[in-house]
Structures are given as structure tokens and as C-alpha cells.
């Protein structure tokens, strides 16, 4: 089992930029794929962006596509997403996710919510106009 604790989270302007990090508990995180998601007031959770064991793969939602970065790091057991050009739609609580996959060469992304395993609590992301 993994927890996940995201942090990074809070209010920026318009065309301003924020970093989330997600940490993970325990030794296997390099064989878990990982996912960020969204989910604004009164809407359903959506993907933003996912990063396969190793980090080779990467895809995101075009909504974020060319603003916002997802990276990991094995060693520290941490993803991180990295959003630039932040525009008041991007407000939502942020979710870091992880999906078992039990090796560290899967190149495979994913993307719809019921695919993840575990999920952390969420960090609010607020962008003011």
C-alpha cells in the first residue's frame, strides 16, 4: 500500500505559476504509474496529466497541454507538476493518484479516474482573474 500527501497547493494571479508535489510512502514507488486530477465545485474529478513507472511516458489533457509539466522522481519518491500560464479555469482541488503496475519498466499511461489504485487528500489550486 502507498499514501500520497500533496503539497504546493494556493492562490496565484492569472498567467502565473504554481508547483505541486506529491510524496509517496513506501519502497515500490518506481513501480507504481502516476496521475495528477482535477475536480472544481460541482463538477466531476478529470485527468490533467500521468507519467508512466520510469517516467518516459507522458500525456495530459488538452486543456494543459504546453502549460503544465508532470516529472517524478524515483528516488525521492515524489511527482511533481509543474503549471504555467495558469488561467482562472484551472482553479480546482488538485489529486495526485498512483496505479500499481509491480515493475519499473512499464511504459504505459493512464488517464480515467477508476484506473488508480490510491489517491491522496487534494491541495486547492485557486486562480484569481
Known amino acids: 500500500q502507498v499514501q500520497l500527501v500533496e503539497s504546493g497547493g494556493g492562490l496565484v494571479q492569472a498567467g502565473g505559476s504554481l508547483s505541486l508535489s506529491c510524496a509517496a510512502s513506501g519502497r515500490v514507488f518506481s513501480t507504481y504509474a502516476m496521475g495528477w486530477f482535477r475536480q472544481a465545485p460541482g463538477l466531476e474529478r478529470e485527468f490533467v496529466a500521468a507519467?508512466?513507472?520510469?517516467?518516459?511516458?507522458?500525456t495530459y489533457a488538452d486543456s494543459v497541454k504546453g502549460r503544465f509539466t508532470i516529472s517524478r522522481d524515483n528516488a525521492k519518491n515524489t511527482v511533481y507538476l509543474r503549471m504555467n500560464s495558469l488561467k482562472p479555469e484551472d482553479t480546482a482541488v488538485y489529486y495526485c493518484?498512483?496505479?500499481?503496475?509491480?515493475?519499473?519498466?512499464?511504459?504505459?499511461?493512464?488517464?480515467?479516474?477508476?484506473?488508480?489504485?490510491?489517491w491522496g487528500q487534494g491541495t486547492q489550486v485557486t486562480v484569481s482573474s
Open positions: 493518484a498512483a496505479k500499481r503496475r509491480g515493475t519499473v519498466y512499464s511504459p504505459t499511461v493512464y488517464i480515467r479516474v477508476g484506473e488508480y489504485d490510491y
Open positions: 507519467i508512466s513507472t520510469s517516467g518516459t511516458s507522458t
